[in-house]
């Protein structure tokens, strides 16, 4: 009993971990029609930063509708002031395992839906996901491929989601359409891969209103693609009401921060009755340590489950300034005072009303 009670008093009297902050340095937008070697820049919906090269890679999520599905290399300036850029070097077309690109959604074979990337801290390949493609039975996966495009089969070359994040035939478990791999980022020691679920499976209970939010998936998975964890992450209700209906809200992007903590961002799109869409942004840092692995779990729709808990880091409504859809968010460099610096890019859906969008924050201690 007393070894019990000590064992309480000191996990009681450990100091908890503090919680980085977060501020805004720099807001702009990106040119609007920008095409670099036949790949346009818009549908932004993962970035991220080579630190090894100072090469950043922007993936969109075209699917071949406006030249090849693609992403790009360039370079970002993240002084405040500077032009936004970004400084377009390479256009890398997103390829199958067997070199070919991919078609357009109209021909019948899997569509790619570009919506992470990763560069490698191991090596010198890029991951990035995919939605999958509903209509044509093709999973949720995570590919690779070389910094010049071609496809890589060692150690992966294409992860299809594990089976419970799979689309189903049954049309009552599995994946939502549209609703899968928006989140995807390395740990902080390269060991092993966290992506994410934009919404609840379909087993696990609704899609967050604005009454109720949900309850979606984390999951670890080794640099070979075996899962290892799966965690219950609490998304919010809907940030506001629409007018006509339309509204939702989910996981758009991860980021590792620490071998237990994760930065998650929330997006919400709002139709309005012009049919343009308001966003409303959150960041939030996700503990897993006292988290319960769901893997084996079939469903999380009771809700007794002991899910990710997280704080809220910033809203940014309260930047006051106007927030578009975003979609992608990765480290950049760090600042001479060991602070790092976040950035993050929008997603235009080629729509002009629409702006292309890149934040950078400050995230100290």
């Known amino acids: 009993m007393r070894g019990a009670f000590l064992a309480l008093l000191l996990l009681t009297a450990a100091p908890a971990v503090a919680a980085p902050r977060a501020t805004l340095i720099k807001a702009c937008e990106t040119p609007k029609g920008l095409v670099f070697d036949g790949g346009g820049y818009g549908g932004i919906s993962g970035i991220d930063h080579d630190p090894r090269t100072g090469l950043w890679a922007f993936i ?8 090849p599905s693609h992403a790009f290399l360039g370079r970002l300036d993240l002084r405040p002031g500077a032009p936004c850029g970004p400084t377009l070097e390479a256009m890398i077309p997103l390829r199958r395992e067997d070199g070919s690109t991919f078609p357009d959604r109209k021909a019948g074979t899997e569509a790619a839906d570009g919506e992470a990337i990763r560069f490698d801290p191991r090596g010198q390949d890029l991951l990035w996901t995919t939605e999958g493609d509903f209509e044509h039975g093709d999973p949720p996966a995570i590919r690779r491929l070389s910094r010049d495009g071609r496809p890589v089969a060692r150690p992966i070359a294409r992860v299809v989601a594990p089976d419970n994040l799979r689309f189903q035939p049954d049309g009552r478990t599995g994946a ?6 928006e989140g995807l980022s390395w740990s902080v020691d ?3 891969i966290w992506v994410s679920m934009e919404w609840p499976l379909i087993q696990d209970g609704s899609v967050p209103s604005v009454a109720a939010g949900g309850l979606t998936r984390l999951s670890r998975l080794d640099r070979s693609g075996r899962l290892l964890a799966q965690y219950a992450y609490p998304i919010d209700p809907v940030q506001a009401a629409s007018p ?3 509204g939702d809200n989910g996981v758009s992007e991860i980021l590792a921060l620490d071998a237990r903590r994760l930065l998650v961002l929330e997006r ?7 049919g343009g869409y308001a966003y409303h942004v959150r960041l939030y ?13 079939p469903s999380l729709a009771d809700g007794k489950v002991r899910a990710v808990r997280k704080r809220l880091l910033l809203n940014f409504d309260s930047l006051g300034i106007r927030i578009d859809n975003l979609e992608a968010m990765a480290w950049g460099p760090r600042q001479k005072d060991g602070a ?3 950035v ?6 080629y729509d002009a009303r629409q702006i292309n969008q890149i934040l950078v924050l400050r995230v100290a201690p």
């Open 244 to 246: 006509v209906g339309v």
């Open 340 to 342: 790092r610096t976040l």
């Open 268 to 274: 919400s799109g709002i139709k309005g009755a012009d």
């Open 190 to 192: 390269g060991r092993s």
């Open 285 to 297: 840092l996700a503990d897993l340590s006292r988290a319960e692995d769901v893997s084996r779990s």
């Open 60 to 67: 969109s999520d075209d699917k071949s509708e406006r030249g």
């Open 344 to 349: 993050l890019a929008s997603d235009d859906n």
């Open 176 to 181: 939502r359409k549209n609703a899968t791999f």
